[in-house]
C-alpha cells in the first residue's frame, strides 16, 4: 500500500525557516518524481515544486524560488521541502504527492494526509 | 503561467441528477509527445485530494464509473453521470503540460 507521511509543520514567526519531510512507503520511490502542493486555509490547491526521480531536476512556482528548496533522500525514501524567508501567505497545508512523471506529467496519484504550517508574530 | 478556468465554482445538485464542471486552459495542453496532462481531482471536506481522472479521460482504479472525462486542447469536463451523498467536495483540474503546474480554482459540489 503506498503512504506518504508528511512531518514538521508547525508555527513559525515571518521570516524564519522549517524543514518539512515526506516519508514514502509501499513503492519504489525511485521511480517516482515527487511534488509539494499547498493549500492555504479555506483556499484551493497550489503546486509548489517537483523534483526528479534521481534529483537532477527541479521546479518551483515563482513565488517559492529563491525561498524554498525541494530535495530527497533516496536511500531514506524521503522527500523534504526547505523553507526559508516565510512569509505570511506561505501559511498553508503541504501536501506532498507522487508524481509519475514522464509517464503522466503532474498526474498526482497518491497524496499524504498534509503538514500544517502557520507564519505568524 | 497557464490559468485553469472552472464553472461553475458552486455546484447544487439533487441526489440521483447529473452533474457537470468545465475546465478551461489559457493554452492548449496538448504537449509535444502527443499527451494532454489534464487531471482532475475530488476533494471530499477534511481529507486530501484524491485523483479521479488522468490524462483527460483515464478513470482511476476504484473511482466509479459514474465519473467521467472528456474534452482537448483547452476545453474539458468532468461529469457525474448520477450524484451521490458521497460525491460532496471540491473539485479540481490539473495541468501538468506546462510549467508551472497550475490547478483551476476548485467547484464546490453539494447537495440542494
Redesign the interface.
Known amino acids: 500500500e503506498v503512504q506518504l507521511v508528511e512531518s514538521g509543520g508547525g508555527l513559525v514567526q515571518p521570516g524564519g525557516s522549517l524543514r518539512l519531510s515526506c516519508a514514502a512507503s509501499g513503492f519504489t520511490f525511485t521511480n517516482y518524481w515527487m511534488s509539494w502542493v499547498r493549500q492555504a486555509p479555506g483556499k484551493g490547491l497550489e503546486w509548489v515544486a517537483n523534483l526528479k526521480e534521481d534529483g537532477s531536476e527541479k521546479y518551483y512556482v515563482d513565488s517559492v524560488k529563491g525561498r524554498f528548496t525541494i530535495s530527497r533522500d533516496n536511500a531514506k525514501n524521503s522527500l523534504y521541502l526547505q523553507m526559508n524567508s516565510l512569509r505570511a501567505e506561505d501559511t498553508a497545508v503541504y501536501y506532498c504527492a507522487r508524481d509519475p512523471g514522464g509517464d503522466c506529467y503532474a498526474c498526482l496519484d497518491y497524496w499524504g494526509q498534509g503538514t500544517l504550517v502557520t507564519v505568524s508574530p | ?1 497557464v490559468v485553469m478556468t472552472q464553472s461553475p465554482l458552486s455546484l447544487p445538485v439533487t441526489l440521483g441528477q447529473p452533474a457537470s464542471i468545465s475546465c478551461r486552459s489559457s493554452q492548449s495542453l496538448v ?1 509535444s509527445d502527443g ?1 494532454t ?1 489534464l ?1 482532475w ?1 475530488q ?1 471530499r471536506p477534511g481529507q ?4 479521479l481522472i ?2 483527460v479521460s483515464n478513470r ?1 482504479s476504484g473511482v466509479p464509473d459514474r465519473f467521467s472525462g472528456s474534452g482537448s486542447g483547452t476545453d474539458f469536463t468532468l461529469k457525474i453521470s448520477r450524484v451521490e451523498a458521497e460525491d460532496v467536495g ?1 473539485y ?1 483540474c ?4 506546462h ?8 467547484t464546490k459540489l453539494e447537495i440542494k
Open positions: 503561467d504537449y499527451n496532462y487531471s481531482f476533494q486530501s485530494p484524491r485523483r488522468y490524462r482511476d471540491v479540481y490539473m495541468q501538468g503540460t510549467w508551472p503546474r497550475t490547478f483551476g480554482q476548485g
